[in-house]
């Protein structure tokens, strides 16, 4: 019996975030894509991986060096397979241009999720193709819209959201935070130590902010009364 021989193919994966790249997401779309081969007679002859680009971006080094292979390439591979079509693009006009560019040069896109020929220029197929971008592009954008809501429900609720650790949250802080406290007491005899004189006693200590940089009588009080600050922003 004859054995029928694969057509070869490209892969692309995409993930969006540096983070996303020791997770599953790559496992995920390299297995949909062995197995849609598999069950199509296609051979997947390099996998080219996107690490950490948006879907928005049209700065795709990993596309760049696809699209190099394709036209390139003395074995005349013209198939790129993808997971689904929004790992290729997430916004509609980066995605459109992405495929203008592959049907420039004649080469055909395969979705394991949407099928293919979604380079073709059939109506109904660019229709679905459009829907799924513009699908694609919403959720990027409801997901943005949630991700800054939650932010800023956490920042009206604890004062801050995100960026550099308040002084409690590191060891560090705490012992700092607990000296400045020690120097504000009131001794039992005399005056209690301005802000200006214990900044001036702890760089005489060498004890300097969380970012490495010498105490002023400002980022004491501060320190000390890490509310003050946001009560004053959000008055002003």
């Given at each position: 019996?004859?054995?029928?021989?694969?057509?070869?193919?490209?892969?692309?994966?995409?993930?969006?975030?540096?983070?996303?790249?020791?997770?599953?997401?790559?496992?995920?779309?390299?297995?949909?894509?062995?197995?849609?081969?598999?069950?199509?007679?296609?051979?997947?002859?390099?996998?080219?991986?996107?690490?950490?680009v948006s879907g928005t971006a049209e700065n795709r080094p990993?596309?760049?060096?696809?699209?190099?292979?394709?036209?390139?390439?003395?074995?005349?591979?013209?198939?790129?397979?993808?997971?689904?079509?929004?790992?290729?693009?997430?916004?509609?006009?980066?995605?459109?241009?992405?495929?203008?560019?592959?049907?420039?040069?004649?080469?055909?896109?395969?979705?394991?999720?949407?099928?293919?020929?979604?380079?073709?220029?059939?109506?109904?197929?660019?229709?679905?193709?459009?829907?799924?971008?513009?699908?694609?592009?919403?959720?990027?954008?409801?997901?943005?819209?949630?991700?800054?809501?939650?932010?800023?429900?956490?920042?009206?609720?604890?004062?801050?959201?995100?960026?550099?650790?308040?002084?409690?949250?590191?060891?560090?802080?705490?012992?700092?935070?607990?000296?400045?406290?020690?120097?504000?007491?009131?001794?039992?005899?005399?005056?209690?130590?301005?802000?200006?004189?214990?900044?001036?006693?702890?760089?005489?200590?060498?004890?300097?902010?969380?970012?490495?940089?010498?105490?002023?009588?400002?980022?004491?009080?501060?320190?000390?009364?890490?509310?003050?600050?946001?009560?004053?922003?959000?008055?002003?």
């Open positions: 019996m004859k054995r029928t021989t694969k057509q070869k193919a490209f892969a692309y994966l995409r993930v969006s975030t540096e983070s996303q790249v020791k997770g599953d997401g790559f496992p995920r779309q390299e297995q949909a894509i062995r197995a849609y081969a598999e069950a199509h007679d296609l051979q997947i002859e390099d996998i080219f991986k996107e690490e950490g990993a596309l760049a060096r696809l699209m190099v292979s394709l036209e390139k390439n003395g074995h005349g591979i013209k198939v790129v397979i993808v997971e689904k079509l929004d790992r290729l693009a997430r916004d509609l006009m980066v995605q459109e241009a992405i495929i203008r560019d592959f049907q420039k040069h004649d080469f055909n896109l395969i979705s394991t999720m949407e099928g293919p020929d979604l380079c073709g220029d059939d109506p109904t197929r660019k229709l679905v193709r459009q829907i799924m971008g513009s699908i694609a592009e919403y959720d990027k954008t409801m997901l943005v819209a949630k991700l800054t809501a939650a932010r800023e429900r956490v920042r009206i609720r604890d004062g801050k959201c995100g960026g550099r650790k308040g002084y409690w949250e590191t060891e560090k802080g705490r012992a700092i935070l607990n000296r400045i406290q020690g120097l504000r007491q009131k001794p039992k005899s005399g005056k209690r130590r301005t802000w200006q004189e214990i900044a001036d006693v702890l760089n005489a200590e060498g004890v300097t902010k969380m970012n490495g940089e010498a105490w002023s009588l400002f980022s004491v009080q501060q320190t000390a009364n890490p509310k003050r600050k946001a009560i004053i922003s959000r008055a002003i």
